[in-house]
């Protein structure tokens, strides 16, 4: 905040970066970046200041940031599942079952779901462009029974299915993951599951991509580990 964005340099960002890299992961750092970059592009495009270049173009980054290959291994959801709380276990089965983010989960409502085609509307989305999705037959079975549990009132205006904030779902799956032993496991890794998993089913890119809303198909590749034992059947 104390140096003007005109004698703002790559130096000062990657004195920035080194410092915040000693706290946090290189995504977050890379994600921090981003939203400034962004910043800085409506002030030169649409603010009209005068600023040659967008000095964030001009970070370099070491080839360190490996992306997660994180997915269930033998055992580790049904233990998920048996440990969960019964609302964590409907919200653990529908994100494993249709890829969807951890804030599109928690947003969704009983008029998003379209029962007799099977489908979920996702309105809002992190890329701005709202998709609907096919809902697995364990998918539509969680979120009938939340739906059961969570109706007992009715209330005036309606609300999402899964009454928890997102840093209320983050502690709780933080403290359900150390009771059993899967500490290295985060939420996210749900979706990489799921997304791996319509690929195991069959599914093209183009379809996969339909579902999870990814735009950028190598970013969805990044997000793709199938198990080879999945391809046996298959190759016969």
């Known amino acids: 905040g104390a140096i003007p964005l005109c004698d703002l340099t790559p130096a000062h960002l990657a004195r920035f970066r080194d410092e915040r890299l000693k706290l946090v992961q290189p995504q977050t750092v890379k994600r921090d970046l981003s939203v400034l970059s962004s910043a800085i592009n409506t002030a030169i ?64 409502k009983r008029s998003h779901i379209n029962f007799s085609k099977q489908t979920l509307e996702i309105g809002l989305t992190k890329t701005g462009k709202p998709r609907t999705i096919p809902l697995s037959s364990r998918a539509l079975k969680a979120i009938k029974e939340q739906l059961r549990a969570s109706e007992k009132v009715i209330p005036i205006e309606e609300r999402p299915i899964f009454q928890i904030t997102g840093s209320c779902l983050f502690k709780d799956f933080q403290k359900l993951r150390e009771e059993i032993g899967m500490i290295d496991f985060r939420w996210h890794d749900l979706r990489h599951e799921a997304t791996s998993r319509l690929f195991e089913k069959g599914l093209n890119t183009m379809e996969v991509a339909s579902i999870t809303g990814h735009e950028d198909l190598k970013m969805l590749k990044r997000y793709t580990h199938i198990k080879p034992e999945s391809l046996v059947a298959r190759l016969g």
């Not at 370099?60 to 940031?65: F, G, L, P, Q």
């Not at 269930?72 to 599942?81: H, I, N, P, Y």
């Open 45 to 108: 495009i649409e603010w009209n200041i005068p600023l040659k270049m967008n000095p964030v173009s001009m970070i370099r980054w070491k080839k360190t940031d490996q992306p997660r290959d994180r997915r269930f291994e033998d055992g580790e959801e049904s233990r998920l599942l048996d440990h969960a709380t019964p609302s964590m276990a409907r919200m653990i089965t529908v994100a494993v079952e249709t890829a969807v983010r951890r804030s599109e989960l928690l947003r969704i």
